[in-house]
């Protein structure tokens, strides 16, 4: 009774690593539409030019399993072709999560080249600390405290950029009828995610294969 226990546990467990957060080891002749892909139709504007491929990743900071993710992403960046622009996406399937897409806009404009470690900073502070950051007091106290001015912090709130990421953010949630995250979006045409296709090593192989499709 004890081993039966066990085994389903395990599985239990496997199950919740690779499943995506909803609101409140293949080759590529194996990778199947339906199954480790699906088609978006009609395809999701893209804003990278006609000769690159664009990646992007609908998250949420509220996501475990999208700051789990962050390693794999990581990963991919550093080995990602030239073609390819990749672009983090926030969901907004709910006002908590407009909200932390609006943080992510604001950290993004704060820190546009990256080099301030303003997304995962934000990551650690809501997964690993259990900060509350659901208002626009807290938010800037958030930016302010890791180094920005208020003026900083109050312009990109009142910035029509903002405005229109948001819009942008919106747009690409509801074309890709993604109702769960992370999902990664190739090309506006392809979406994918490492709950549809088992593991994140996988997750790895369909993207590059996707890309690839694409390139061609």
């Known amino acids: 009774m004890k081993r039966v226990f066990s085994r389903t546990f395990g599985f239990v467990l496997a199950l919740f690593i690779v499943t995506g957060c ?25 804003q990278a030019p006609a000769d690159k491929v664009e ?7 509220g996501c475990p399993h999208c ?33 932390h897409a609006r943080l992510f806009y604001v950290g993004q404009m704060l820190d546009p080249d990256g080099s301030k470690h303003v997304h995962i900073k934000i990551f650690e502070a809501l997964q690993k600390q259990h900060r509350k950051i659901d208002s626009d007091d807290a938010l800037r106290r ?28 919106d747009e690409v949630g509801k074309m ?3 109702d769960s995250v992370p999902m990664i979006i190739i090309n506006g045409k392809y979406l994918t995610s490492p ?7 996988k997750l790895l192989q369909v993207m590059d294969y996707l890309i690839k499709r694409e390139a061609n």
């Open 142 to 169: 958030f930016f302010t405290g890791i180094g920005f001015s208020a003026d900083q912090v109050n312009n990109a709130l009142k910035s029509m950029e903002l405005n229109a990421m948001m819009v942008h953010a």
């Open 195 to 201: 709950s549809m296709v088992g593991n994140e090593e």
């Open 22 to 46: 909803v609101p409140e080891s293949g080759q590529a002749s194996e990778f199947k539409e339906g199954t480790d892909y699906k088609v978006i139709s009609p395809s999701v504007p893209v």
């Open 67 to 99: 700051y789990h993710l962050e390693p794999t992403i990581s990963k991919f960046l550093q080995k990602k072709p030239e073609n390819v622009e990749f672009r983090r996406v926030p969901a907004t399937l709910s006002p908590r999560w407009a909200f």
């Open 176 to 178: 890709s009828k993604a």
């Open 55 to 61: 990646v992007s990743e609908l998250f949420w900071y």
